[in-house]
C-alpha cells in the first residue's frame, strides 16, 4: 500500500477525493434551477392536449394523428399483458380491429421531469373487440419524452384493467 507524506495513504486521499466530488456533485445539482413556474404550466397545458389528441386518435381511427404522437420506438402493454411496438398499435387501428364507441377519463395526474411526462389516469371504456364487447374500467401510464426538435412523443403505455371488488379472475 502505497503512502504519501505525513502518513498518508493513497486510499485515503482517493476516499477523501471522492468524498469531496460527490458533495461537489450535489451542490451543483442543488443549485441548477428548477423549471419556472410559468414553463411547468405551459408543459402540462401541452401534454393535456396531448392526451386529448390520443383519445381522440383513438376513438375516430385516426391513424395519422396517432402515427404523429407516437415515438418510433413507442412500445405498450395492453390490459391482456401483450407487447405492441408502433407499426402493431397503427396496424391494429387501421384494421379496426378494436372499435372504442366511449373512453371517460378521470383521474388525470401529470408529473413532468425535465424533458419526460409521466400520465396517469383512469378510464371507463365501452366498445367491442376480436372477443366482443369490451366494457370497464382501466387505469393506464403513459409516458412522454420530448425529441431533440422539441416535440413531444408518447414512448410507452401500459394500461390494467380494474378489477370489482369480489369479481372472480
Not at 471522492?18 to 456533485?25: H, P, R, S, T, Y
Not at 383519445?55 to 385516426?62: E, P, S, T
Not at 415515438?71 to 405492441?84: E, F, K, S
Amino acid at each position: 500500500m502505497g503512502t504519501l507524506k505525513a502518513g498518508w495513504s493513497v486510499e485515503r486521499s482517493r476516499g477523501i477525493a471522492l468524498g469531496f466530488a460527490l458533495v461537489v456533485m450535489i451542490a451543483a445539482a442543488a443549485s441548477l434551477p428548477a423549471l419556472p413556474r410559468a414553463e411547468k404550466h405551459e408543459t402540462r397545458h401541452q401534454i393535456e392536449q396531448l392526451e386529448d389528441a390520443w383519445r381522440n386518435a383513438l376513438l375516430h381511427g385516426n391513424i395519422a394523428a396517432m402515427d404523429a404522437l407516437l415515438a418510433d420506438d413507442y412500445m405498450a402493454i395492453t390490459p391482456t399483458g401483450i407487447l405492441q411496438s408502433k407499426e402493431q398499435t397503427l396496424a391494429n387501428l387501421r384494421a379496426g380491429t378494436v372499435h372504442l364507441t366511449s373512453m371517460d377519463l378521470s383521474d388525470r395526474k401529470i408529473r413532468i421531469y425535465g424533458t419526460t411526462a409521466l400520465v396517469t389516469s383512469r378510464a371507463e371504456v365501452k366498445g367491442t373487440g376480436p372477443d366482443g364487447i369490451i366494457s370497464g374500467s382501466y387505469r393506464y401510464t403513459r409516458v412522454y419524452v420530448k425529441d431533440a426538435r422539441g416535440v413531444w412523443r408518447i414512448v410507452s403505455f401500459e394500461a390494467s384493467r380494474i378489477k370489482e371488488p369480489g369479481a372472480q379472475h
